[in-house]
């Protein structure tokens, strides 16, 4: 028996909207992975710095680290939108490295 024309209607259209979640969590993983590679090129100049540069270099990576964090709750937040609740996964997939004491 052929599916009432509402429903097969409606199936491109969901397809679609499957599309536009996948497109935007993708995206927004994207984001997370650069702030993360910033904060660990901070954390290498901080590492390597000495003297009054130390100081520039741990402001830069403490707002770098502000931004990695914001960067993955934009992610969690999305997530949830979509239906996934558990975010344990991220702490894999998108370590953070544990905040610098300097």
């Given at each position: 028996m052929p599916q009432p024309p509402r429903i097969s209607a409606l199936l491109p259209v969901e397809v679609e909207l499957q599309k536009e979640r996948a497109s935007g969590l993708r995206r927004t993983g994207d984001k997370v992975e650069k702030a993360l590679e910033s904060l660990a090129q901070a954390e290498?100049?901080?590492?390597?710095?000495?003297?009054?540069?130390?100081?520039?270099c741990l402001v830069r990576y403490r707002e770098r680290y502000q931004e990695a964090e914001r960067q993955r709750w934009?992610?969690?937040?999305q997530r949830e939108a979509v239906g996934m609740r558990n975010h344990r996964d991220l702490d894999v997939v998108y370590p953070m490295p544990p905040k610098w004491r300097g």
């Open positions: 290498q100049a901080l590492r390597a710095s000495t003297g009054a540069a130390r100081e520039a934009n992610l969690m937040v």
